[in-house]
């Protein structure tokens, strides 16, 4: 496929689609990273060990290792459905 257009020189559908790789994956870095610091953040600056999404469970969740396992559910969802919103933004970019 060809990257640029041979009449006018400017990028193509297929030439653009380096681009918006790069930009998509980029914003999920950012995304992740700041996201690991505010939860950083919160958990050294509060005392009440809060998890990550407000979230009612039929256990409590402030013992450890309880607290820590669930913390650990839900960062791993969160960051699961970062990529997934990213990978679809990717695909709806790129098709035509």
């Given at each position: 496929?060809?990257?640029?257009d041979p009449g006018t020189?400017?990028?193509?559908?297929?030439?653009?689609?380096?681009?918006?790789?790069?930009?998509?994956?980029?914003?999920?870095?950012?995304?992740?990273?700041?996201?690991?610091?505010?939860?950083?953040?919160?958990?050294?600056?509060?005392n009440d060990r809060p998890?990550?999404?407000?979230?009612?469970?039929?256990?409590?969740?402030?013992?450890?290792?309880?607290?820590?396992?669930?913390?650990?559910?839900?960062?791993?969802?969160?960051?699961?459905?970062?990529?997934?919103?990213?990978?679809?933004d990717l695909q709806l970019?790129?098709?035509?």
């Amino acid at each position: 496929m060809l990257a640029r257009d041979p009449g006018t020189g400017g990028l193509t559908m297929a030439g653009r689609i380096p681009l918006i790789q790069k930009f998509t994956w980029q914003s999920i870095v950012l995304i992740m990273v700041s996201h690991a610091v505010h939860q950083t953040h919160r958990l050294a600056t509060r005392n009440d060990r809060p998890l990550v999404f407000n979230a009612w469970f039929p256990f409590d969740t402030t013992n450890s290792p309880v607290y820590e396992l669930v913390y650990l559910a839900q960062v791993s969802a969160q960051k699961e459905s970062e990529i997934l919103v990213a990978t679809v933004d990717l695909q709806l970019r790129t098709s035509n």
